[in-house]
């Protein structure tokens, strides 16, 4: 029975693993934890995601380690190895697995990256996923030839057309695998020439795209399979959802041909004060009092160092400078001022410190119960068009995929709203994603 036969009698939702990394939602400190490089910790995470039958195994990447007051920010000193190879080796582990790597869009060029995915794809036998990121940021650009040379406008129009000219020579080859050449000339591109490998076995890499702009989102419906949003509660999630799929209709396509998933977090206890007491802890330990100070500095674009961890919130206004250089390679604040100002009259509210103000605005996880009602909760976003699945963002490393697995994922399916095997092979199929029609 095909998914789509499925989901009319019963929306069936998707789940993916997102592997934790220099974010912070992961917990260092937890004794549980182990390294973010050892190919060991990639493994157990792909490998529990297999067994619970998810559609794909999803790797974040950064192309230069973040600093904060010209040190190497925390998070980041244990290194950030390249996707696309991590994702190689987890496909001669994996048998069914998708691979979704974060590969940008701006410090690459088509012809190498296409031929990178495509290899992939026919080494794991139609299991690829490219995440389209861009990048404006000089200070990322300083550890390439070009710089940051893009202005954050250009940014998509790159990417669109990068995106274009990747399958344009997927495509140069036919499906009875006869070679043929290929030209595009473009704004950004001017390639032409012969592609090295054969239609892979489910025609393109899935393409996700995770950008929130209104510049992302038209990008989404243009160009996307898959959406990567960070919109986790249910009426952002139905605002964003509706937005998006009422682009797609414009670019020739329907609303199955691309799927929202929002990343979401999790907690689970045996019973829901259980749940909320270890959701605490959590946030916690997330947020120690030094990493109250830098998260308050990104706001605030000002050294804050001689401030208390478990005092109030400063009463001076933020750096007006959106070019301060206090934190680099992170994303930029551009509305400081509000959110300092939202910030206060939180913290004037319910008389919390720096600490437990950042805790309240950073770290609150998306599903938090006993299993029985996060699979509800879950079911309930699908079923009223919130999402179509769900990216897991575990904060153990590599084991905080196990209990949801375990638990929650029997649930789901004893709902009828999830898989109980695989159904095909490639990712496409895991997705219901129609194979792309060559257009040779």
Request: aromatic share 8%.
């Amino acid at each position: 029975m095909s998914e789509r036969t499925q989901a009319s009698k019963k929306r069936q939702l998707h789940l993916a693993a997102h592997f934790p990394g220099v974010n912070n939602t992961t917990v260092w400190a937890d004794p549980r934890s182990r390294s973010q490089i050892d190919f060991a910790s990639f493994e157990h995470l792909a490998r529990t995601a297999e067994r619970g039958l998810f559609d794909f195994f999803f790797l974040a990447e950064g192309l230069r380690l973040r600093e904060h007051k010209g040190r190497i920010h925390d998070l980041d000193v244990v290194g950030r190895p390249e996707s696309l190879t991590v994702l190689t080796a987890l496909a001669a582990v994996t048998e069914r697995l998708g691979l979704a790597g974060t590969v940008n869009a701006t410090f690459n060029e088509p012809y190498e990256l296409a031929r990178r995915l495509s290899s992939l794809d026919h080494l794991s036998a139609g299991r690829a996923a490219w995440n389209v990121v861009t990048s404006s940021d000089a200070f990322t650009g300083e550890n390439f030839r070009r710089g940051g040379y893009l202005d954050r406008a250009d940014r998509y129009t790159r990417a669109a057309e990068f995106v274009r000219t990747a399958r344009e020579l997927w495509d140069s080859w036919t499906p009875q695998g006869e070679p043929r050449p290929f030209a595009h000339q473009g704004q950004h591109f001017d390639v032409e020439g012969e592609f090295t490998l054969p239609r892979s076995p489910q025609g393109h890499p899935v393409v996700i795209q995770a950008g929130d702009s209104p510049e992302g989102r038209e990008f989404a419906a243009s160009a996307a399979d898959v959406v990567f949003t960070r919109h986790g509660t249910l009426e952002a999630g139905r605002d964003f959802y509706a937005d998006v799929k009422g682009r797609l209709a414009k670019y020739g396509r329907e609303p199955d041909d691309l799927k929202i998933m929002p990343g979401v977090t999790f907690v689970l206890g045996d019973t829901a004060a259980d749940a909320q007491e270890r959701a605490a802890e959590i946030r916690r330990q997330q947020v120690s009092p030094q990493n109250a100070i830098l998260a308050l500095e990104q706001v605030w674009g000002v050294d804050l160092s001689s401030y208390d961890p478990d005092g109030p919130l400063p009463d001076i206004d933020p750096d007006p400078d959106p070019e301060s250089t206090l934190v680099q390679g992170r994303v930029k604040i551009t509305n400081a001022l509000e959110i300092a100002e939202k910030w206060r009259a939180l913290s004037r509210a319910k008389g919390l410190s720096i600490r437990q103000t950042v805790i309240e605005t950073t770290t609150r996880q998306s599903f938090v119960g006993t299993p029985e009602a996060v699979a509800a909760e879950l079911e309930e976003f699908v079923a009223t068009g919130a999402a179509d699945g769900f990216i897991l963002v575990p904060h153990l490393t590599p084991g905080g995929l196990d209990d949801f697995v375990d638990r929650v994922v029997p649930l789901l399916q004893e709902r009828g709203v999830y898989r109980t095997e695989y159904r095909g092979t490639t990712l496409r199929s895991h997705l219901g994603l129609r194979e792309p029609l060559w257009k040779g």
